[in-house]
């Protein structure tokens, strides 16, 4: 089948149904400040991809692009395609709430609503104009169930989310996200905020989540993207230096610099 | 991810043992034919006492390298040259194993006449014993080429164990009363053989270092 690193130009046939984002030629300018250079990147259903690289090379930009949540800042200009299923989100026609219907976002630090912890997971299917309380109740336990805290949260589902810890709260958001069911989960250095017990359930349920959904996150723990993702690129400066599985990563990498920042020698 | 600057401390402070523990190795493995040929039984009492400086170096190689991936997480080169300094202690340590079998050898023999084909292991042994500083050479220089021609070396040494064998089988037929001698030096044979067996090894695991392939040379 496929994989790509097209930074070399090296664009391979993959079957384009298994394809979730196909990045080409992705330039990305905050005013005069080039942050993302030429991404050509094929992101494949059903596999956890990991963006790792050091501080300011490009990846939350990237990641924060593949749901338009970029446009927020009022200097940003693009250019280049990100094909999402074949459409490309830039598309003038294409809404950014049908995009966000389908990409959802946990980001690094817990966010729950200051609302009870059922109200949290109700609020996207609400929104879509779900008000049969049947139907949010098989959600909302779907959802948790989905995100691995149903049973330490099914006796309390009124009780505020912010009085769960760090890791549940995080797991919390990741259930929100599920609740609208979502094709593609977009997480930010999710457990950069987590104690390490709380770290390795959300990563065990990354692993579980992959059965269902496409997963991008970005880390800037490279143990754990060796762990937990099948594939693996390397930003350095706004360029993709190195795309490929993540057993080859942090194996025998191609490019000199990736070597060098899994190694720590930089970064 | 490695803290680049204790890690590389700690990583040459490894390789440096490795080459102690190396150097110690070959050492023994030559002194112990001179002692074989010498029929110095004194010095094959301390070729054996010198195993156990062996043993303790590769176990404290071994030690190291588990605390160095426990503590530091080394990937790629990294940790593939981690893992073949362990090997290539087991080589060497291995080989350090083989001197002490010859010792041991010598000191059975005692101060018997010598066979006439024992002369033939001298060779044998100066071949393996090159073999060894070459590639010992080669790792410290990371050098894939010199690697590279290991293999022709021990098919060199596999020939002259060939033949020593055969002559030595010749010696035991025609004179029965050599034969304890004849079998004594035919392991001793055996011996170098495996040593420069384990030359090979350590020139194949230099280049899985490099080029994070496996290779087999003697193919």
Redesign the interface.
């Known amino acids: 089948m496929m994989v790509q690193t097209l930074e070399k130009g090296t664009a391979k046939q993959m079957v384009a149904s298994s394809i979730v984002y196909d990045t080409q030629k992705l330039n990305l300018w905050y005013g005069n400040h080039h942050a993302l250079k030429n991404i050509d990147l094929q992101i494949k259903e059903n596999e956890v991809t990991a963006i790792i690289g050091p501080s300011g090379c490009g990846k939350s930009t990237y990641i924060k692009t593949l749901n338009r949540m970029v446009e927020l800042v009022p200097t940003v200009k693009t250019s280049g395609a990100i094909l999402y299923r074949e459409r490309n989100i830039f598309d003038a026609n294409y809404g950014v709430e049908e995009l966000r219907t389908k990409v959802g976002m946990v980001f690094q630090k817990p966010n729950p609503f200051p609302k009870s912890i059922y109200d949290n997971i109700a609020y996207g299917p609400r929104i879509h104009g779900i008000k049969n309380k049947k139907v949010l109740d098989e959600i909302v336990e779907k959802s948790l169930r989905g995100a691995a805290i149903w049973e330490e949260v099914k006796d309390r589902l009124t009780t505020n989310a912010y009085s769960l810890s760090g890791g549940q709260q995080q797991r919390i958001c990741i259930a929100r996200c599920l609740a609208i069911e979502p094709d593609v989960i977009l997480m930010d250095e999710p457990t950069s905020a987590l104690d390490p017990i709380s770290t390795l359930k959300v990563e065990e349920l990354i692993q579980e989540l992959k059965q269902d959904y496409s997963i991008i996150i970005v880390t800037h723990n490279?143990?754990q993207a060796?762990r937990i993702s099948d594939k693996t690129a390397f930003f350095l400066n706004g360029e993709v230096v190195e795309f490929d599985k993540t057993d080859v990563i942090?194996?025998?990498?191609e490019d000199n610099r990736t070597?060098d920042y899994?190694?720590?020698?930089f970064g | 991810m490695v803290g680049r600057e204790k890690f590389d401390a700690d990583l040459n402070f490894v390789q440096s043992l490795l080459l102690d523990l190396s150097n110690a190795a070959i050492d023994n493995l030559d002194s112990s034919m001179n002692f074989l040929f010498q029929k110095n039984i004194e010095g094959a009492l301390a070729i054996l006492e010198n195993d156990e400086h062996i043993n303790r170096m590769e176990e404290e190689i071994n030690d190291r390298v588990i605390l160095l991936i426990a503590k530091q997480q080394p990937v790629a080169t990294d940790l593939r040259r981690l893992m073949v300094l362990v090997k290539i202690a087991a080589d060497m340590e291995r080989i350090g194993d083989y001197a002490c079998n010859i010792a041991k050898e010598t000191i059975r023999i005692g101060k018997d006449e010598h066979i006439e084909p024992i002369v033939l292991l001298d060779e044998m042994r100066n071949k393996t014993i090159k073999m060894l500083k070459q590639v010992l050479d080669a790792f410290t220089n990371e050098n894939m080429e010199e690697a590279k021609t290991i293999a022709k070396l021990d098919d060199e040494v596999d020939e002259m164990y060939g033949h020593i064998i055969r002559t030595l089988l010749n010696t035991g037929v025609n004179n029965p009363a050599q034969l304890s001698q004849v079998t004594q030096l035919s392991f001793v044979c055996r011996y170098l053989e495996r040593s420069a067996d384990h030359a090979t090894n350590i020139a194949e695991r230099l280049l899985y270092l490099l080029k994070g392939k496996h290779y087999e040379l003697n193919n």
């Open positions: 490279m143990q060796a942090f194996s025998t990498p070597e899994i190694s720590g020698r």
